[in-house]
């Protein structure tokens, strides 16, 4: 990591600005620094936030959140006075910095002083420190990650500065105290933004705006005028350089950028930590009755005995809290080597987007309606950008679910509308595919004279249509357009004859009819109904919906092969992955008979259509069928999901079955914003490692790596996979790539030949 | 009882179902895990894994259910849950003969390859959907077909499934999961079939060796309250 150089006052990092002169000392009527004999006014400390540099509570960084008030250059401010200084100083002289404990040495006494004082005033001595230690400085666009939060927190209304929200980090605080000094406007557009000393362009842009997106960040309004908001770990590109979003260092963004997007997890977890508070959360309503029962009974450690789940919900609910508070008790110290080593690793990880035209915050957003037909001349109807920028709006926001736009841009993304066609030709093409499915629902129709006829083909008919007409019943019948049962059943012998049926689910068993005559070689199997609802729920349009559910199957028949070869493929990669990514996990699972990854099975048969909500499938369909960053992104899903429950698996499960229960129970509590954006996050690592191997082993030459030497020491700054070497040594040993690997870099939907379907079908083909 | 208090022995035992699809296999592990029904529940994709204990006089069972898709396509994943297993519950549908046919090919994979010993009950289900017995009610008046009474659904006679069973030395059920009806008793008999020696092996997460929690488990397992014993299956 290097240090910029300084791009002004404000962004300067040496000692010279933080500290007095001389003849300023007086002012601050101060203790001195006993060393320097000079120093910064400490006006607020806050401790014990943690930065959560890896998933383990273990690993978390203690330190303070303080504002400082530091000295501008003389002269520099024409407005110099001792009367300005002690009472209103002006912002630019203020330092929201985050110092890690161990960073503080001798001032650590003046830091807790300070944060034991109480009381909303300063201090009526000042305290003096020595100005923070800062190291690096980051430049560079800001990762979105930066701006998220998991959507599971927004939901509870959690806001980091809320006074009344169930979590404590002392960012309230901090804020009234910022207050003090500076102007500080939330952002009406989205409320966990507070613009500090905002420009007429930042309130305009962050004032108004219409955006259910949640984030967290304190945008600073880069300018001179602005507060120089630095980490101690960190110093911010502050200053004259007038860049747009990057350069709008606020402490929370360093946090992310300095310990990569695990901070964005924890966030509720930046908190001072003690067994009060975990009784205080035990006490919370918002605690899942299960778990408040539980913890109220008095058989709760005999349940441990009773081996079914309450154990392991105990332990999913605790994630982190267990070890947090225990690290509270034991107040591991880090040393500064630890600090340094962490930066080399976790740190390095972060992964920054590209920079885009777009303002991050909007590239999150949902893609409505009008926004998409933007994307398109209004003259001929063609595509007008390239559809690898429609394709990262999609991906990154997915789009509106309530303007109808899904209809539209699903058969683009389906692959029945081809992305260049114009609109006349796409007018064309649905006539024709209407007739066409109108011919193949013809096909089978004629069957229901004789029900199939003789033989065995008329057997296997019957058979088919009684599956299907079962599992329509069953599928998605909560969603309104699948719950009625008004109509009367068409077919007296059905077994639903008595119950009724409507419209919708009859057009539901017509198309996975249609799709068994038209695929015979795979024939309709359990799940399809599954992958077919959410179309037609959109599309409201039975052709267009079949037609859209065809391109769908293409790339999902792998799922449905007798032999379940297309399955164990994708497990098998699966495999690969997690011990690419993750060696310890993997060792675990290993342990538990668990690397079949059988417990993914679900998932990835039918696109995790069990594990989430209605409308977050559907969103999370939309962003898999872009092939934006890898045409198997599912699998990061799974990688993703299987990280953020990490601490509980390797502390908890043990057994297969343990693992598969667990996993299946996730089923509509997994947040997906959270998990996308983690899965991204891990995709760009992944896809960082295999390069940084490729360059370094000299691709295509995968061998076992010696342990590094000298040579890898020099480039272990930039290298990702020397920068594992911190944690986990091992895993740079044993680096080959393997050809399952190499394909998830792959863009390309993979279509199987038809002659493997056919062998592997359960179909019908005379 | 002599003691009351004097903690019983404590057994795991693997069960998987396996039939056809929709024939109401997990339907029967909802009732009895959780005493539920759900109308119109999701076919079952992969499988499910739930537990569920059942307090016997002698020893109390925890039953470790392997729920499987019943789906043909799906069946050659089926030996990874029958591995191991000590029961397995084959179920069909008793309005839907074909499924007792397919009933019967579990049966025969099972005999052939699952554990011996293994102890395999034969279920038909649905008895809510035909005139009889104390379940009979059934709500849903199903469409009289092939001249029988209107409100009976049933296909497969008790006779001919039971003397199938006796044959092949199944036990033998007639349930509802819907209502309710002799879905304990099931589960009941097959904890009362598994020889005890095939007990053995208890594998409970106290017998795990791993990490952190293993000596918590100890100490609980070995002081902590015995939950009131009760007789029979827990729904």
């Not at chain 1, 990092?13 to 620094?33: K, L, Q, R, V, W």
């Not at chain 1, 109509?487 to 057009?507: L, Y």
């Not at chain 1, 379907?757 to 005379?766: I, S």
């Not at chain 2, 079952?44 to 039953?63: E, M, V």
Request: glycine share 6%; charged share 25%.
């Amino acid at each position: 990591m290097t240090s910029d150089p300084p791009r002004g006052r404000s962004s300067s990092p040496t000692g010279s600005f933080y500290a007095m002169s001389d003849d300023e000392e007086g002012e601050y009527n101060t203790i001195t620094h006993t060393e320097t004999g000079r120093g910064v006014k400490l006006l607020y400390s806050k401790s014990k936030v943690y930065i959560h540099p890896t998933p383990s509570a273990k690993d978390n960084i203690p330190g303070y959140i303080a504002l400082l008030q530091q000295k501008g250059l003389a002269g520099e401010r024409p407005t110099s006075s001792s009367s300005q200084i002690s009472s209103s100083p002006a912002s630019s002289d203020l330092l929201l910095a985050w110092l890690p404990e161990s960073s503080l040495g001798d001032a650590a006494s003046i830091y807790v002083k300070v944060d034991l004082t109480d009381g909303d005033s300063p201090p009526k001595q000042s305290f003096l420190v020595p100005s923070p230690p800062t190291v690096t400085t980051h430049r560079g666009s800001i990762g979105h990650y930066a701006f998220a939060i998991p959507k599971k927190l927004a939901r509870e209304n959690f806001d980091p500065f809320g006074e009344n929200g169930q979590v404590f980090w002392g960012g309230d605080e901090v804020l009234r105290w910022l207050r003090r000094y500076v102007r500080i406007e939330r952002s009406g557009a989205e409320p966990n933004i507070y613009l500090v000393e905002p420009s007429k362009e930042d309130s305009e842009g962050f004032g108004a705006k219409a955006s259910s997106r949640p984030a967290a960040q304190i945008s600073r309004h880069d300018s001179s005028r602005g507060v120089s908001v630095k980490g101690a770990a960190g110093a911010s590109p502050a200053g004259p350089s007038r860049q747009t979003h990057d350069a709008g260092m606020d402490p929370v963004m360093k946090f992310v950028k300095e310990t990569g997007w695990n901070i964005m997890e924890k966030f509720s977890k930046v908190t001072t930590f003690t067994r009060k508070t975990a009784q205080e959360i035990m006490d919370n309503p918002k605690i899942p009755p299960q778990v408040r029962r539980l913890m109220g009974n008095p058989e709760v450690q005999t349940i441990q005995n009773e081996f079914d789940s309450a154990r392991i919900y105990l332990a999913r609910w605790a994630m982190g809290i267990a070890e947090q508070s225990e690290k509270d008790r034991t107040q591991r110290i880090w040393t500064a080597r630890d600090v340094m080593e962490m930066e080399d690793t976790d740190v390095g990880e972060f992964e920054l987007l590209e920079t885009s035209s777009m303002s991050l915050e909007s590239r999150r957003n949902c893609v409505t309606l009008k926004e998409w037909n933007q994307f398109f001349d209004s003259h001929t109807g063609r595509l007008s950008m390239t559809i690898d920028e429609v394709k990262e709006r999609v991906f990154h926001g997915g789009l509106d679910p309530d303007d109808g736009v899904r209809k539209e841009a699903w058969l683009f993304l389906l692959g029945v509308y081809d992305w260049y066609s114009t609109s006349e030709e796409r007018r064309a093409q649905l006539a024709s595919l209407r007739d066409e499915y109108v011919k193949l629902k013809g096909s089978w129709w004629e069957r229901l004279v004789d029900l199939g006829g003789e033989g065995e083909e008329g057997e296997w008919w019957r058979e088919q249509r009684g599956r299907i007409e079962k599992d329509v019943h069953r599928t998605d019948r909560t969603v309104p357009i699948f719950a009625g049962e008004d109509t009367p059943h068409p077919d007296p012998n059905s077994p639903f004859a008595s119950v009724g049926t409507n419209v919708h689910m009859e057009q539901l068993k017509d198309m996975l009819l249609t799709y068994n005559e038209y695929n015979k070689d795979l024939g309709y199997v359990q799940g399809m109904s599954d992958l077919l609802a959410p179309i037609y729920a959109v599309m409201q349009d039975d052709a267009m919906a079949f037609w859209g559910f065809q391109r769908f199957m293409d790339r999902m028949e792998r799922n449905f092969l007798r032999d379940q070869s297309g399955m164990r493929n994708q497990l098998l990669t699966l495999d690969h992955l997690v011990l690419f990514m993750d060696p310890k996990l993997y060792a675990h699972l290993q342990k538990a008979d668990s690397t079949n990854f059988f417990f993914f099975f679900r998932m990835l048969l039918v696109w995790y259509k069990r594990e989430f909500k209605w409308m977050d499938t559907l969103h999370l369909w939309e962003v898999l069928w872009t092939d934006y960053l890898s045409s198997s992104f599912h699998l990061f899903i799974a990688l993703a999901i299987l990280d953020k429950h990490r601490d509980v698996i390797m502390n908890h499960l043990q057994h297969f079955d343990e693992v598969l229960k667990y996993m299946n129970e996730l089923s509509e509590t997994i947040d997906l914003e959270s998990t996308l954006i983690r899965a991204e996050y891990l995709f760009r690592r992944f896809h960082r490692l295999i390069e940084a191997i490729d360059k370094k082993q000299n691709f295509p030459a995968p061998r076992m790596q010696p342990k590094p030497t000298a040579t890898s020491a020099q480039s272990s700054s930039d290298s990702p996979s020397q920068q594992q070497n911190g944690k986990a040594p091992e895993q740079t040993d044993k680096k080959t790539i393997s050809p399952e690997l190499r394909k998830l870099l792959s863009r390309n939907v993979e279509i199987l030949p038809r002659k493997v379907v056919h062998k592997n079908g359960d179909g019908f083909t005379a | 009882m002599a003691d009351s208090n004097a903690p019983k022995p404590s057994s795991s035992v693997k069960l998987v179902l396996l039939g056809e699809a929709a024939v109401g296999k997990s339907s029967l592990v909802l009732r009895f895990v959780n005493n539920d029904f759900q109308e119109n529940k999701e076919p079952t994709i992969g499988a499910a894994f739930l537990t569920q204990k059942c307090n016997l006089p002698s020893r109390t069972i925890k039953f470790e259910i392997w729920d499987t898709a019943g789906q043909e396509r799906f069946a050659s994943l089926a030996p990874m849950y029958y591995r191991n297993a000590q029961a397995a519950l084959v179920v069909y549908d008793l309005t839907k003969p074909t499924s007792l046919v397919k009933a019967r090919h579990w049966v025969a994979e099972l005999q052939r390859q699952a554990s011996p010993g293994i102890v395999i009950a034969l279920v038909g289900n649905k008895l809510d959907l035909t005139n009889d017995g104390e379940s009979g009610r059934g709500d849903g008046d199903s469409e009289g077909v092939e001249g029988e009474d209107p409100g009976d659904a049933r296909k497969v006679s008790t006779e001919e499934a039971k003397s199938y069973a006796e044959e092949e030395s199944l036990l033998f059920f007639e349930t509802s999961a819907k209502t309710g009806y002799n879905v304990t008793d099931v589960f009941t008999a097959i904890a009362n079939a598994i020889p005890e020696t095939s007990l053995k092996s208890t594998r409970g997460p106290g017998a795990s060796n791993v990490a952190s929690r293993a000596g918590d488990e100890q100490r609980v397992n070995l002081n902590g309250p015995r939950e009131a014993a009760k007789e029979g299956c827990a729904c």
